[in-house]
């Protein structure tokens, strides 16, 4: 079968035409896949480098994708090895996907979408009515979880990025704030400080010293010690580390909440995808993939700028 292969993780992964199709143990189904997403974490597994990764070569990379069972049934799948024309998926870890519904998009959605959807409900337990920072908004991720805080009915969504060309973008998606990191790093202070007075939830995807820094800001400035501020950890393009004040979890109710692979039980992950996909088809989210043919995926592959890459089999 066609599939992209990383034999070694020091020289990347490439498409091959042959190599062999997976044999489905007792616990797994055979999934004809249709589309997969080149993901954030799809590339780290790809080098080695998430934390995940066991480290055996050869390895097909991707972690997702939309496909169809021997049934004919069209799912979205979660499982290892994905940038393939079949794997073999442990049984349970797909949900059904209502027709009509476009593969490519889905497959580019569905795992950034994820995230904020499992953060909201499953890790910040969201409530309609409260206030949501968005920490990173204008990435893939980022945008998706302005629109889904709005439809959840967030009386206020706060998106912070440094883009700001695509940051203004985000009032037509439902921000009805916007704190632009590019400008003069004392007016950010400000803009912060009075963004987050009151916030409730912020959703983080930067990390790193920028949102330190947006703690130092925020927690000196809240309304009300005693309201509780859930601050949940969700990616770290902005840094692996960020370098915390201990003073923060003491001078306010504070509370740090990672939420990612590991955080979440199965099942609340599986009711949070099968959630996404019913909201898809009641009124579809504003989402660009760039949709590629999985023979293009060294093209994918180097491209960092065209959008959610997505490769079709």
């Known amino acids: 079968m066609k599939a992209i292969i990383v034999r070694d993780f020091t020289t990347g992964p490439r498409f091959e035409t042959d190599f062999s199709t997976p044999t489905p143990t007792d616990n797994e189904a ?3 896949v249709t589309a997969s997403s080149l993901s954030n974490r799809a590339r780290s597994g ?3 480098a998430h934390y995940s990764s066991n480290g055996k070569l050869p390895m097909i990379p991707g972690v997702d994708g939309i496909g169809t069972l021997v049934d004919g049934q069209k799912v979205y799948f979660i499982s290892e090895g994905s940038f393939a024309e079949e794997v073999a998926v442990p ?5 059904p996907v209502p027709a009509g519904l476009d593969d490519a998009k889905l497959a580019g959605m569905m795992n950034p979408a994820l995230s904020s959807w ?5 890790r910040a337990d969201f409530q309609p009515g409260q206030k949501v920072m968005i920490l990173g908004a204008t990435g893939n991720a980022g945008a998706l979880a302005v ?21 203004q973008a985000l009032t037509q998606l439902g921000a009805t704030q916007l704190v632009d990191l590019s400008g003069d790093p004392e007016t950010v202070k400000a803009d912060l400080a009075k963004a987050g007075s009151d916030v409730d939830i912020i959703l983080d995807y930067l990390w790193g010293d920028v949102s330190a820094n947006a703690m130092r800001a925020i927690i000196p400035n809240r309304h ?17 580390t960020a370098p915390i004040p201990g003073a923060a979890f003491r001078a306010v109710t504070l509370e740090l909440i990672g939420s990612g692979q590991g955080s979440v039980a199965p099942k609340y992950i599986l009711q949070s995808l099968a959630e996404i996909l019913a909201a898809e088809a009641e009124t579809p989210f504003t989402f660009t993939i760039h949709q590629l043919p999985l023979s293009d995926f060294e093209e994918g592959w180097q491209d960092r700028g065209s959008g959610r890459i997505v490769f079709t089999m």
């Open 30 to 32: 055979l999934i004809h």
């Open 46 to 48: 790809a080098m080695g």
């Open 91 to 95: 049984k349970g870890h797909w949900v």
């Open 118 to 122: 499992m953060a909201l409900k499953y």
């Open 147 to 167: 629109q889904i805080a709005h439809r959840m009915g967030a009386s206020e969504v706060i998106a912070v990025a440094r883009n700001t060309q695509k940051l």
């Open 224 to 240: 009300d010690d005693e309201q509780l501020l859930k601050w949940v950890e969700i990616g770290s393009s902005a840094g692996q």
